[in-house]
């Protein structure tokens, strides 16, 4: 692996840490500041729908300046967000250090995604990107239980902190290792808002946010699922969840492999296709707990397969504006995690059946299944001078 790629997949790693870490700690956190558990769970949707919204609009603003300064700048930016979250006395300061971590963790993940695009050659991109999919899953798949040991050991401040020190790490090795990377073809905001008329790379968002809002219709209550379903206590559900992060991280490096081999036109429906499946398969695994377990694994690693060939499929549409299409895919990413969640409750709400939210996230995912088709089907725009044109993709 070219070490360059490797640095900044340790990097996502960091950064992607601070979104999910503090599901598993909540009540402590709520506890400690006085709030409910319910206000405490406002520090992962504020700072999702931030994420959503901030990667682009940065990106956009930033796009004069040379990438690697730009990511020491942003990092160093990420650090005083921890560095304020450790420190702060009441909840309202936490939510304003979540506001400067998100914001900043957003622009430095379209970043990683944007500079390992550019520094490796087109036939090993798919597979390269892969290995930064592989450290944002790892982050938020393994975050959870990471948060949970540090504040048992600790307490919840130390897990800031600790991510704190990790970035400055990830700081120095940037600054040693990384060259500079030039910012490329400058585009005004107008401009890159209009590449959003490219209808083909459009669907492909969709595709992404509907795969993701099809996934999170499940796994956000993944938990009451093994209750109900295979009457797991705490041990073995951890346990479940474990070999699901290990899945889930895997799978990125997945994807990356397999658009390497047959093409990322290709692999996207495969991956999706077999996404769905599992989703409608799964409620009726659970006859079997070692089937069950392989059913889950491939699940997981499904779910983070598809970003790898959907990047680079996004950088071979429209390589003039891949870096805004980029961040956005990430939005669309954010953006499905928050309407599965949403969708999955709603199941919950009306059928009183955890086990629904399997076969509702498979009609969601073929949802995106459909947006993936209609993409790879209609004619490749090009952004050229703020003007869309279409040619034959093949």
């Not at 558990?37 to 609009?57: E, K």
């Not at 499905?336 to 955890?354: F, N, P, Q």
């Not at 076969?359 to 050229?384: E, H, N, P, Q, Y």
């Amino acid at each position: 692996m070219d070490l360059r790629v490797l640095i900044l997949a340790i990097s996502t790693i960091t950064v992607g840490l601070v979104e999910l870490i503090v599901g598993g700690i909540l009540p402590i956190i709520a506890d400690d500041l006085n709030v409910s558990i319910g206000t405490a769970g406002q520090l992962i949707s504020v700072y999702a729908l931030v994420f959503a919204i901030a990667g682009p609009v940065l990106l956009s603003l930033t796009v004069k300046i040379e990438r690697k300064k730009l990511y020491l700048y942003t990092m160093a930016v990420f650090f005083v967000g921890n560095i304020m979250t450790f420190f702060s006395p009441t909840f309202t300061f936490v939510m304003i250090a979540r506001v400067i971590t998100s914001m900043s963790a957003a622009l430095l993940i379209v970043l990683s995604l944007t500079i390992t695009a550019r520094i490796v050659e087109a036939p090993r991109r798919a597979k390269a990107i892969g290995y930064i999919v592989m450290g944002i899953s790892s982050s938020l798949v393994l975050g959870v239980p990471i948060g949970i040991l540090i504040t048992n050991a600790f307490g919840w401040r130390s897990v800031f902190l600790g991510i704190a020190i990790l970035s400055i790490g990830s700081f120095v090795l940037i600054s040693f290792f990384l060259e500079k990377v030039p910012s490329g073809e400058a585009q005004p905001l107008s401009a890159q808002i209009k590449a959003l008329g490219n209808k083909k790379i459009v669907f492909a968002h969709l595709a992404t946010m509907f795969l993701l809002a099809g996934h999170y219709t499940v796994y956000a209550y993944f938990t009451p699922f093994l209750e109900t379903n295979l009457h797991l206590n705490q041990y073995w559900i951890s346990i479940c969840y474990f070999l699901f992060g290990i899945a889930a991280v895997g799978g990125g490096a997945f994807g990356g492999h397999l658009a390497n081999w047959i093409g990322s036109k290709k692999s996207i429906p495969i991956i999706i296709g077999s996404f769905a499946l599992t989703l409608f398969v799964l409620p009726y695994s659970t006859f079997s707990f070692p089937f069950f377990i392989i059913v889950m694994m491939i699940w997981g690693a499904l779910s983070w397969s598809l970003s790898p060939p959907q990047q680079d499929y996004i950088i071979e549409t429209d390589p003039v504006s891949s870096d805004i299409h980029q961040s956005f895919n990430n939005s669309a990413l954010q953006i499905g995690i928050a309407v599965g969640s949403g969708i999955g409750g709603v199941v919950l709400g009306h059928t009183d059946s955890v086990t629904s939210t399997a076969t509702v996230g498979g009609v969601v995912v073929i949802i995106s299944f459909l947006c993936a088709v209609i993409s790879l089907s209609i004619g490749r725009g090009k952004i050229r001078h703020g003007k869309e044109t279409t040619v034959d993709y093949q």
